[in-house]
């Protein structure tokens, strides 16, 4: 039988703290076995951030068939919230590397059908954290939609709000000039801090309605 190849993974939330203990612990698990530690992955970065170095070099090297199994002390070092856990889980499952949680005694291993069971439970648990998610931002956008139709939708500075994204402002005039120019869009973009599809439209929304002013008095 092959040794088996873990991938310790660590998570800190500030510079301040370390994960000496997190990773001194998996270590140790992984030598009372005879496992290899085919690498130690350290993320100094809050639990919600949507990028963590570490963790994605360990997926790389999941997806590339390096480790199998990845190990963590506890499940909030591991995802930014229980459904991004679930689901990174289940890659590891179907790419067949065991996640264990150390300290939670969750095993994802098919001869274990509790840590099978548990897994169970969290996508439950995570299917309902999602559905709470949406029900809460729908009902802030319908209660949203329903103060400003009735004129007391207000913005901390007092100002009613407009239901939808803000608008990009920006001079029409000014790149329009700049396109006379010879600039390209994109630089004329970079310079106006605007995406380049918005001056396209909105140039040519300014173009049409001068050549529309120009025919009205033309007729007249």
């Known amino acids: 039988m092959s040794t088996i190849r873990a991938a ?5 939330s500030t510079s301040d703290q370390d994960c000496q203990m997190q990773v001194a612990e998996l270590r140790q698990y992984c030598a009372t076995r005879g496992w290899h530690v085919f690498g130690e992955y350290i993320d100094t970065i809050s639990g919600t951030q949507s990028s963590r170095p570490g963790r994605d070099k360990l997926m790389n090297h ?3 068939r390096h480790v199998d199994a990845v190990l963590v002390w506890k499940l909030d070092r591991w995802g930014r919230s229980l459904a991004d856990s679930v689901i990174t889980m289940q890659e590891l499952a179907s790419a067949g590397v065991r996640f264990i949680c150390t300290t939670q005694g969750l095993d994802t291993d098919d001869s ?10 969290l996508q439950v648990f995570a299917q309902f954290e999602r559905d709470m998610i949406n029900e809460r931002v729908n009902a802030g956008v319908k209660r949203y939609q329903a103060e400003h139709a009735a004129g007391r939708a207000r913005s901390k500075s007092g100002k009613n709000l407009p239901i939808g994204r803000p608008k990009n402002i920006f001079r029409v005039d000014e790149a329009i000039r700049m ?14 801090g605007v995406p380049e599809a918005t001056i396209r439209s909105r140039c040519a929304e300014n173009r049409s309605s001068d050549t529309e002013k120009i025919a009205s008095k033309q007729v007249a």
């Open 8 to 12: 310790i993974y660590a998570r800190v």
């Open 62 to 64: 999941v997806r590339a």
């Open 112 to 121: 274990n059908p509790m840590g099978r069971a548990m897994l169970g439970m």
């Open 179 to 192: 396109r006379g120019e010879g600039l390209s869009w994109r630089k004329i973009a970079k310079q106006l």
